[in-house]
T-cell receptor, first 114, second 114 residues
Framework: AQTVTQSQPEMSVQEAETVTLSCTYDTSESDYYLFWYKQPPSRQMILVIRQEAYKQQNATENRFSVNFQKAAKSFSLKISDSQLGDAAMYFCAYTGGATNKLIFGTGTLLAVQP | DSGVTQTPKHLITATGQRVTLRCSPRSGDLSVYWYQQSLDQGLQFLIQYYNGEERAKGNILERFSAQQFPDLHSELNLSSLELGDSALYFC?????????????FGPGTRLLVL
């Protein structure tokens, strides 16, 4: 069965600094996608970034980038120049196999200190 | 704003009761997903519909049922409610059920069972 693990329940970063959130996954599928979703206090789920497993190049969206290590089944999120608005719960998610249901990790709560 | 709407935003009810949660997908999206976010279970997939047909089932209790109507809106019915059903219920939608499709989440319905 596919699983997603986020081993950091909480992280903290200073404003303008860089932080990396970790995620590992387990799958036997060859075709799959990985995502990072942000959940601010409003509880809305917001897509931050996505990575196709067949692409070797790491995805980037403005200040957000990923380090996708396919062999190690690792998918970390790097946030550069952290801003107060980045404070939120971040969920790593996987989809693959016969259905495109999302499998989520347990989340990492990120605090941004001014 | 993702374009996915959910009603109601909040729902308070008593044990043993039945409620209906409603979701309208983004314009043009044919696939609808329901997820449950609770403190003890985290974020988990419940069920998926595509163009009116059930496509995938997750950890959905027998007391729960869902359907997608011809106009593509979906309803999640929760019956014989228990305290443990208190959770945030998300609806998400995508154009098709293919793996490469990004799912866009609604704002959620917060259910409190007393």
């Amino acid at each position: 069965a596919q699983t997603v693990t986020q081993s950091q329940p909480e992280m903290s970063v200073q404003e303008a600094e860089t932080v990396t959130l970790s995620c590992t996954y387990d799958t036997s599928e060859s075709d799959y996608y990985l995502f990072w979703y942000k959940q601010p206090p409003s509880r809305q789920m917001i897509l931050v970034i996505r990575q196709e497993a067949y692409k070797q190049q790491n995805a980037t969206e403005n200040r957000f980038s990923v380090n996708f290590q396919k062999a190690a089944k690792s998918f970390s999120l790097k946030i550069s120049d952290s801003q107060l608005g980045d404070a939120a719960m971040y969920f790593c998610a996987y989809t693959g196999g016969a259905t495109n249901k999302l499998i989520f990790g347990t989340g990492t709560l990120l605090a941004v200190q001014p | 704003d993702s374009g996915v709407t959910q009603t109601p935003k909040h729902l308070i009810t008593a044990t043993g009761q039945r409620v209906t949660l409603r979701c309208s997908p983004r314009s043009g999206d044919l696939s609808v997903y329901w997820y449950q976010q609770s403190l003890d279970q985290g974020l988990q997939f419940l069920i998926q519909y595509y163009n009116g047909e059930e496509r995938a089932k997750g950890n959905i209790l027998e007391r729960f049922s869902a359907q997608q109507f011809p106009d593509l809106h979906s309803e999640l019915n929760l019956s014989s409610l228990e305290l443990g059903d208190s959770a945030l219920y998300f609806c998400a939608s995508s154009v098709t059920p293919l793996l490469e499709e990004t799912q866009y989440f609604g704002p959620g319905t917060r259910l409190l069972v007393l």
